[in-house]
């Protein structure tokens, strides 16, 4: 089958009549992703233009004019974000609330899953349909009742707050993607590590947990992503407090307070957006692994 | 083994075995008192910024290992016959606690408190849910979440498909323009808003424009307009940012089953002459439901909640609200945890239908 496809291709590419009738159609493609790529072209380039210039000119006008003199560039605003306006100390914050956003879940879900897959207990179909169906219940319908627990426990405002309300919702999902993964796993190994006398908790952690490498990466990607982007859990959770605030949170204060000013704005946006591009552009074939397999959720 | 120990000697074999309790015992209790030493330190502490943000670091990372080790050490000591059959709720047991504590439970109680007034004081029987469903406003919260559910699914979907299947026949220039469509889904909805909130940025006629809407505008003889103050229309702009998101994402998806149409299929079709719309619109498409079924669902599950972009580039003013951010208003500008619940509670029915497909689907996979 991929050996037909692979000639299907060949062919594709050599004929030159198909080539000649395929140009509509990778220009129509060019230009939708030249269109689709405007916005975020418009967002960096005028992080770079000093304010003044932002506010009298279009950026457009600097890349249709790179080298005029009127054209003049900066990394002032992106050291004014980072400190004056609070993105340094969001981009710390976010990365703590983040990190065991993504570990603790998962390490949970680890456990769950080779007990759904492989120990047996009463309970164990129902519990696992349980999990199945939590997997797509909106984080709203918690928002409130966990808030009033938050206060009257002194949770509010705490990252172990953010961090246990993210497991909570990131759970179902990772326990159903390490259990697919994890109960395919071949069961003679299991059984031999049984019968050399290792415990169960053994077998997770010498044998399961380093077998299930992949599929925690595709959903720890998707995770991070995930938690890193959000800014509904932080603002509720987490407040509007300065020396609180995460990535998202500090971008959409600054929205309010300094709608206009688009020097602060546009470089903030940016600073919000490095990490994710960052993993976007070096683990592109697992980041779509984990978005694509992490798409349903809460 | 055991046997043998204990007949080699005797005083040996238990003072391992007072040790092995020992440590059994010790090493839990360590494990709780420190994770709750740390969780008070980290709540209560004035200590520098950059020393809680380490102690929590290690506790967020290491501290649910400590848990799993200490609870399976306790286990160890329970005699045989219990030990196996509790064994398997060391492994499970927090999963089912967390999802209980924090997806379960409060779901329950917010259907409650959505029953109760603004301050969670009385009952008022269905009061919120005859408010939602009659004030003027609440309607049109309503009503934008729905135009927001058909027009991102729409566009977002079969944008994602058009492309996809234009991407497949495009030959080498398919990654390219693929990773640009698919840029947009590393971006969290706060940035993009940010991004598009400049392209919509609006100076009175006459002056130099700088938002790139505007801009080609007014250079085609148009008027400026302030895109996102234009009722009903506003909607719409802040529509096309999520489609701009997702339709990335949904190309992805479809594209991987687009590959899958098997080509045979598609020169016996061309062979008998059908065009390519109609070879789209019956072949690829009825060859690829499942995929186009699986990941509508996936965006709708996605906008029915939608936040942050609404929250960001209008708190939701000029006719524009949704659910999502209505609830945020009711929950901390009104202060009326019954309306704010009654509303989560409505969304969580939408969902529903969702929750049961998946469990039926499960059902079946599992025969």
């Not at chain 1, 976010?94 to 956003?101: A, D």
């Not at chain 1, 204060?253 to 990490?275: N, P």
């Not at chain 2, 729409?154 to 030959?171: K, P």
Request: charged share 10%; aromatic share 12%.
């Amino acid at each position: 089958m991929s050996a037909s496809t692979k000639t299907v291709k060949q062919t594709k590419r050599t004929d030159p009549r198909k080539i000649l009738s395929s140009a509509p159609l990778w220009i129509a493609l060019v230009l939708i992703g030249f269109l689709w790529t405007l916005p975020t072209a418009g967002l960096l380039i005028s992080s770079f233009r000093p304010a003044v210039d932002i506010q009298t000119s279009g950026w457009w006008t600097a890349i249709t004019h790179p080298f005029a003199e009127t054209t003049r560039w900066t990394i002032e605003n992106y050291q004014q974000v980072l400190t004056a306006e609070g993105m340094g100390t969001a981009f710390l914050n976010s990365l703590l609330v983040t990190i065991p956003s993504v570990v603790i879940p998962i390490t949970i879900a680890a456990f769950a899953a080779y007990a759904f897959a492989w120990l047996d207990f009463p309970g164990r179909g129902f519990f696992f349909a349980l999990v199945v169906a939590l997997m797509v219940v909106p984080l709203q319908t918690a928002l409130i009742p966990v808030l009033r627990a938050y206060v009257g426990l002194d949770l509010n405002g705490t990252y172990l707050g953010v961090w246990l309300f993210h497991t909570g919702f990131g759970l179902p999902l990772a326990i159903f993607l390490l259990f697919g993964y994890i109960s395919s796993l071949p069961g003679e190994i299991i059984e031999s590590a049984h019968i050399d006398g290792a415990s169960p908790f053994t077998t997770f952690t010498r044998l399961v947990l380093p077998l299930s490498v992949p599929v925690i990466a595709s959903f720890a990607i998707f995770q991070f992503l995930w938690v890193w982007n959000d800014l509904l859990v932080a603002l509720v959770f987490l407040g509007t407090g300065r020396e609180v605030m995460v990535v998202t949170s500090q971008l959409s204060a600054l929205v309010g307070e300094r709608g206009q000013d688009w020097h602060i704005l546009t470089a903030g946006a940016f600073v919000t957006m490095i990490v994710p591009l960052i993993v976007f552009f070096s683990l592109q074939r697992y980041f779509v692994r984990g978005l694509t397999a992490g798409s349903v959720k809460g | 083994m055991e046997e043998t120990m204990q007949s080699g000697g005797t005083g040996r074999s238990v003072a391992t075995g007072v040790l092995r309790v020992a440590v059994s015992i010790i090493v839990p209790v360590v494990t709780f008192v420190l994770l709750y030493a740390a969780f008070i330190f980290m709540r209560d502490s004035d200590a520098s910024r950059l020393l809680v943000a380490a102690v929590a670091l290690i506790v967020g990372v290491f501290g649910v290992w400590l848990i799993y080790i200490g609870t399976d050490m306790v286990v160890s000591l329970l005699p045989a016959g219990i030990r196996e059959r509790v064994r398997p709720f060391v492994f499970v047991g927090p999963a089912l606690v967390v999802l209980t504590a924090y997806v379960v439970l409060p779901a329950v109680s917010s259907l409650y408190l959505s029953f109760l007034d603004a301050r969670a004081d009385e009952f008022v029987g269905l009061a919120n849910y005859v408010f939602i469903f009659t004030d003027p406003a609440m309607l049109i919260v309503l009503r934008n979440n729905l135009l927001w559910l058909i027009f991102v699914t729409a566009f977002a979907v079969g944008m994602g498909l058009v492309i996809a299947v234009m991407a497949d026949r495009a030959g080498r220039w398919e990654p390219v323009v693929k990773s640009l469509i698919f840029l947009p889904m590393a971006i969290s909805a706060v940035g993009a808003s940010v991004i598009w909130k400049f392209v919509y940025a609006f100076r009175p006629a006459g002056a130099e424009q700088i938002g790139l809407l505007n801009a080609v505008v007014t250079a085609l003889g148009g008027d400026p307009q302030g895109w996102l103050l234009l009722r009903p229309w506003n909607n719409f702009f802040l529509i096309l940012v999520m489609i701009w998101l997702l339709t990335g994402f949904c190309m992805v998806v479809l594209s991987a089953a687009v590959k899958g149409v098997p080509g045979e299929l598609l020169e016996a079709a061309r062979i008998d002459g059908a065009s390519e719309a109609r070879i789209f619109f019956q072949v690829i498409i009825p060859t690829i439901r499942g995929t186009l079924l699986t990941i509508t669902t996936t965006v709708l599950i996605m906008v029915i909640k939608v936040f942050d972009i609404v929250f960001v580039m209008t708190s939701g003013q000029f006719g524009t609200q949704v659910i999502a951010n209505r609830m945020y208003q009711e929950l901390f500008t009104f202060r009326n945890s019954g309306r704010g619940s009654a509303l989560a509670i409505i969304l969580f029915i939408a969902i529903v239908p969702f929750i049961i497909y998946n469990v039926r689907s499960l059902r079946e996979a599992r025969r």
